[in-house]
C-alpha cells in the first residue's frame, strides 16, 4: 500500500522553527520529485516547495522563500522541509505528495494526484 506519513507539525511563536518529515512506505520516493503543500481553513491550498529526485531543482513559494528548506534522503525514503522565522500566516495543515518534473522547469508546486498523507498540522501563535 503506498503511503505517506507527515509529521513534525505543532504549535510554535512566530520567529519560530520546525522541521517536517515525510516518510513513504510502500514504494521508494527515489524516483519522483516531492512536494510540500498547505491548506489553512477557508483558504487554498498552496503549494509551499518541491525538490526534484537527485536534488538539483529545488522550487519555493514566494512567502516562503529565504525562510524554508526542501531537503530529502532518498536513503531514508523521506523529504523534509525546515521551517525558520515562521509567521502566522504559515498556519496551515502541511501534506507531502509526488509533483511532476520536465527538464525545462524542473519539478512543479502542483501534486501528480497520487497518494497524500494525513497531512502536520503547523499552528503558528503567540
Known amino acids: 500500500q503506498l503511503q505517506f506519513v507527515e509529521s513534525g507539525g505543532g504549535l510554535v511563536q512566530p520567529g519560530g522553527s520546525l522541521t517536517l518529515s515525510c516518510a513513504a512506505s510502500?514504494?521508494?520516493?527515489?524516483?519522483?520529485?516531492m512536494g510540500w503543500f498547505r491548506q489553512a481553513p477557508g483558504k487554498e491550498r498552496e503549494g509551499v516547495s518541491c525538490i526534484s529526485v537527485g536534488s538539483r531543482s529545488t522550487k519555493y513559494a514566494d512567502s516562503v522563500k529565504g525562510r524554508f528548506t526542501i531537503s530529502r534522503d532518498n536513503a531514508k525514503n523521506a523529504v523534509f522541509l525546515q521551517m525558520n522565522s515562521l509567521k502566522p500566516e504559515d498556519t496551515g495543515d502541511y501534506f507531502c505528495a509526488t509533483v511532476p518534473y520536465n527538464s525545462f522547469e524542473g519539478c512543479m508546486l502542483t501534486p501528480t494526484g497520487g497518494p497524500r498523507g494525513q497531512g502536520t498540522q503547523v499552528t503558528v501563535s503567540s
Open positions: 510502500g514504494f521508494s520516493l527515489d524516483a519522483y520529485s
